[in-house]
């Protein structure tokens, strides 16, 4: 079997999965409401259709270091990503510290935000931060799976760590599992920009 039949056949087995799940709705709410599988609720806008693959619930673990830590720590992650037909995606990530056995220690990090793609082709992120961090991204597509994106504006809360800039990398793994990849830098506490942040993420709705 070559490696393109592989990767369809590796995306028929997740999506008996995950083709049937989505995102919790209320359905008296009189308005579309939000979808992270493409295969119901509103049509995705166009604008958005160059984030598509983002489209999901993906759930993985990684790794967050940094020099102000005194070892890397394992990290779970939570991944949303959906659409109400509108020129935009919602984003919400939730984290939690892990043990070595796997054990979670404590919730962590949560994010919300929004993904506007523009007519000229680059991407707004926009990420409010339950530490009190609101941050916009701009950035491109790379190819056809991958997204990048850097900081043009970090503003903090007066009890929040001082955060300078953050650069993130998203991308589909070109090794046909189809999970996301997500890497991040990050500009604090004194500290130049550094990698902070690694995830691979599966997809688990969607």
């Not at 189809?178 to 550094?194: C, I």
């Amino acid at each position: 079997m070559s490696s393109g039949d592989e990767a369809i056949e590796a995306a028929a087995q997740r999506a008996q999965k995950t083709a049937h799940r989505n995102i919790p709705q209320l359905d008296d709410l009189p308005i579309p409401g939000d979808t992270a599988n493409l295969r119901e609720g509103a049509d995705l806008n166009d604008a958005c259709l160059a984030l598509l693959p983002l489209i999901g619930v993906w759930r993985g673990e990684g790794e967050v270091n940094y020099p102000t830590m005194d070892e890397p720590a394992r990290v779970a992650q939570q991944l949303t990503i959906a659409h109400d037909g509108r020129p935009f995606l919602y984003h919400e990530a939730r984290s939690w510290l892990l043990d070595a056995d796997g054990n979670i220690i404590r919730p962590a990090a949560r994010e919300t935000g929004f993904w506007r793609p523009q007519a000229d082709d680059t991407i707004e992120l926009v990420l409010s931060h339950s530490s009190g961090i609101i941050e916009l991204f701009y950035g491109h597509t790379r190819g056809q799976s991958a997204w990048q994106l850097a900081t043009d504006a970090v503003v903090r809360s007066q009890t929040a760590k001082e955060v300078t800039a953050a650069e993130r990398l998203y991308g589909i793994m070109p090794d046909g599992s189809g999970n996301l990849g997500y890497v991040e830098e990050r500009a604090m506490m004194g500290h130049p920009k550094t990698p902070h942040v690694s995830l691979v993420l599966e997809r688990v709705v969607g």
